[in-house]
């Protein structure tokens, strides 16, 4: 494989990675609510369990979702029901910064689960592996995981670091709610995306 394909798999990980998402949205909540290192687990777990999906795609999921009647349909209002949960959870939060114990943040499994419950994750990775592989090659596949892996997990990153940035000037409960609220009709408008673009 040479340079000129691995740079646009490079390019495409990184823009599908980086730009808004269910996603993105929960690690920049994490990280204006919770310690950095909390919400790097999350990220971690978000980027591992994409490209557990981006392998299962590129291995013959996506041909026995087109086979399976309906299965796709589950998977996708699953999905979204899952994310209108998550934002009726951030849209009900009080804004007050949570201290010891007090409030779990979405942690490891949270974003790993997430990832397989995100229609734009699998938009992603079905629409990457068309574009850049011929289908059929292991090699090519890994290949793609490996360099998406890094991009993933920097670009999901680089929101935790903006809301532990936003953090910084948050210091009246009533801010955090407005931010909360915000993300939260940001992440039920993403859902209402999703089934417009079906």
């Not at 592996?129 to 999901?156: K, M, N, Q």
């Not at 210091?171 to 609220?181: G, Q, W």
């Amino acid at each position: 494989m040479t340079i000129s394909l691995i740079l646009p798999m490079m390019a495409f990980a990184l823009a599908a990675s980086i730009s808004p998402g269910p996603v993105n949205l929960v690690c920049l909540s994490s990280g204006a609510r919770y310690p950095l290192s909390k919400g790097l687990i999350f990220v971690t777990g978000a980027s591992l369990g994409f490209i557990a999906l981006f392998l299962a795609i590129g291995l013959g999921l996506y041909s026995v979702l087109t086979v399976v009647p309906g299965f796709d349909s589950l998977l996708r209002w699953t999905g979204i029901a899952f994310l209108l949960y998550l934002s009726v959870q951030l849209f009900r939060d009080n804004g007050h910064l949570p201290t010891g114990e007090q409030q779990k943040p979405p942690g490891f499994i949270t974003g790993t689960v997430m990832q397989w419950l995100n229609p734009k994750a699998w938009l992603a990775s079905a629409s990457g592996i068309g574009a850049y592989t011929s289908g059929h090659d292991l090699t090519e596949i890994i290949l793609f995981a490996a360099l998406y892996l890094p991009i993933c997990w920097l670009s999901l990153s680089c929101w935790v670091y903006a809301g532990a940035f936003l953090r910084r000037y948050i210091h009246e409960p009533k801010v955090l709610i407005t931010l909360n609220r915000g993300l939260a009709l940001l992440l039920a408008a993403s859902c209402v995306f999703l089934l417009i673009e079906q």
